[in-house]
């Protein structure tokens, strides 16, 4: 099964508890998105950890920051203990091509936990993953479309900071 949806259940669920503060304006970034699915495959010729694997993600908007959820079920539990790198990206999804993703979402300056969305998960025993990290900015509707599945964790500096190998999976997602 997959979907997109806004408002959901745990937006409801959110304002009713007083953790969300206030709204914005039409237009504006989503209180909540989640996005839940089998990942799109980027490299069909090789056998990945993350093949047939789904993933749920939510974002929760609140007071100008986002906090991002993932979680990762059917990924290979061969793979426990390896660290993959995951961004959310502009462009969207299309099985077995991988630079239709396009580039990071970046809010400007150096690639950072700050300026994207990084959400790098370590393979857990019986094919498992998580990812929990919150960002001081919000996503405008239409402004990213995917989360990018990488082979290697992201690198946070050095010459190339944002960079995580090559690109295995990715799940769309509807800001
Ligand atoms: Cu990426």
Same mark, same amino acid.
């Given at each position: 099964?997959?979907?997109?949806r806004r408002f959901g259940w745990l937006a ?6 007083g953790l969300v503060v206030g709204s914005g ?31 749920? &993600? ?11 959820? &993932? ?17 959310v990206h502009v462009g969207p999804c299309v ?43 919000? #996503? ?6 995917? #989360? ?28």
């Amino acid at each position: 099964m997959r979907g997109t949806r806004r408002f959901g259940w745990l937006a409801t669920a959110a304002i009713a508890a007083g953790l969300v503060v206030g709204s914005g304006p039409a237009g504006a970034a989503s209180l909540f998105v989640e996005s839940r699915g089998e990942l799109s495959d980027y490299a069909p010729t090789t056998h990945n950890a993350t093949d047939g694997a789904t993933a749920d &993600l939510w974002a929760v908007a609140a007071g100008g920051s986002t906090t991002f959820f &993932l979680f990762l079920s059917g990924l290979d539990p061969e793979a426990a203990g390896t660290t993959y790198g995951v961004h959310v990206h502009v462009g969207p999804c299309v099985a077995g091509a991988p630079l239709t993703s396009g580039p990071h979402y970046n809010t400007g300056g150096t690639p950072s936990p700050e300026t994207e969305v990084w959400l790098d998960f370590t393979v857990l025993p019986g094919g498992y993953g998580f990812a929990v990290t919150t960002v001081p900015f919000t #996503i405008e509707p239409g402004d990213a479309k995917s #989360i990018v599945v990488h082979a290697d964790p992201t690198q946070a500096g050095g010459s190339t900071p944002g960079a995580a190998g090559g690109r295995q999976a990715c799940l769309p997602v509807e800001f």
